[in-house]
C-alpha cells in the first residue's frame, strides 16, 4: 500500500508560479513511477508529467517548457514546478503513484486545487 499526501494548490494570476508536492508514504521502495494528473470541470483526467524511478520524464505537450517535475528519493517526495501558469491550467490536480511489473496498481492523492485567474 503506498499513501500519497499532495500539497501546495492555490490561487495565482496568470503568468505566476505555483509548486505543488507529493509525499509518499508506506510501501515506497514498490514505485516504479509517479507523476501528476488533472482533471478540469467537466473534462477527463489527463496526464500533466510523470517520472520514473530512473529518472526519465515526460510531459504533456500543453505544459512543456512551463513545468517540471523531480523527485526527492530522500524524501519520498514528488515536485511539480509550475511557472507561466495560464488560465486553462486550472484544475485539480492528483498526484499518482505506479506500482509493480506484471500487474500493476495505481494510487492516488486526494487532489489539490489549482486556479489561475486571468
Known amino acids: 500500500q503506498v499513501q500519497l499526501v499532495e500539497s501546495g494548490g492555490g490561487l495565482v494570476q496568470a503568468g505566476g508560479s505555483l509548486r505543488l508536492s507529493c509525499a509518499a508514504s508506506?510501501?515506497?521502495?514498490?514505485?516504479?513511477?509517479m507523476g501528476w494528473y488533472r482533471q478540469a470541470p467537466g473534462k477527463q483526467r489527463d496526464v500533466v508529467a510523470r517520472?520514473?524511478?530512473?529518472?526519465?520524464?515526460n510531459y504533456a505537450d500543453s505544459v512543456k517548457g512551463r513545468f517540471t517535475i523531480s523527485r526527492d528519493n530522500a524524501k519520498n517526495t514528488v515536485y511539480l514546478q509550475m511557472n507561466s501558469l495560464k488560465p486553462e491550467d486550472t484544475a485539480v490536480y492528483y498526484c499518482?503513484?505506479?506500482?509493480?511489473?506484471?500487474?500493476?496498481?495505481?494510487?492516488w492523492g486526494q487532489g489539490t486545487q489549482v486556479t489561475v485567474s486571468s
Open positions: 517520472i520514473t524511478d530512473s529518472g526519465s520524464t
Open positions: 499518482h503513484a505506479q506500482v509493480g511489473v506484471i500487474t500493476i496498481y495505481d494510487y
Open positions: 508506506g510501501s515506497t521502495w514498490s514505485i516504479n513511477a
